[in-house]
């Protein structure tokens, strides 16, 4: 029983290892810029060929040079809202390839 239950747990994390990495694949940077420069270019500068955002959020390209830049937080912060932000929900998939585009960036 003891023995089940462990190859049990081990196959549950290879299973997520590996839905990981599909996500991590399946984001399309190209995909996440069309979306950025539809609902996040009022504020943010997205694009370095953009002239001007409208208020104080940092730009992409910041962010993305951040020492502590990380695609996964950035993609997990993207699920919800932030405050001042319009009421918006990213999917996952979204999510992922605005967090892939902004990495792009760097
Ligand atoms: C209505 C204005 C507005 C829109 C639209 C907007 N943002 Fe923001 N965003 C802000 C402001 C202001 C901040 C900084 C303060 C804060 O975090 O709330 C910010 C912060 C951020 C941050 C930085 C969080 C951190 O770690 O400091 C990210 C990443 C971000 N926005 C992504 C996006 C993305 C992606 C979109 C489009 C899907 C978007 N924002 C649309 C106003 C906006």
């Known amino acids: 029983m003891r023995n089940h239950l462990l190859r049990i747990g081990r196959y549950h994390l290879i299973l997520t290892a590996s839905l990981a990495a ?6 399309d ?10 609902w996040c270019a009022d504020c943010h500068l ?3 060929d953009q002239k001007a955002a409208t208020t104080d959020a940092p ?3 910041a962010i993305a040079r951040r020492p502590d830049f990380d695609l ?7 699920r919800d ?12 998939a979204e999510s992922a390839d605005i967090a892939a585009y902004i990495a792009t960036l760097k």
């Open 46 to 48: 997205v694009a370095t």
């Open 72 to 78: 996964a937080k950035i993609e997990f912060f993207l």
């Open 59 to 61: 730009p992409f390209a």
């Open 29 to 38: 940077p190209d995909q996440g810029e069309t979306l950025a420069r539809r």
């Open 22 to 27: 599909t996500s991590c694949l399946a984001a």
């Open 81 to 92: 809202p932030h405050p001042k932000m319009p009421n918006m929900t990213l999917g996952r």
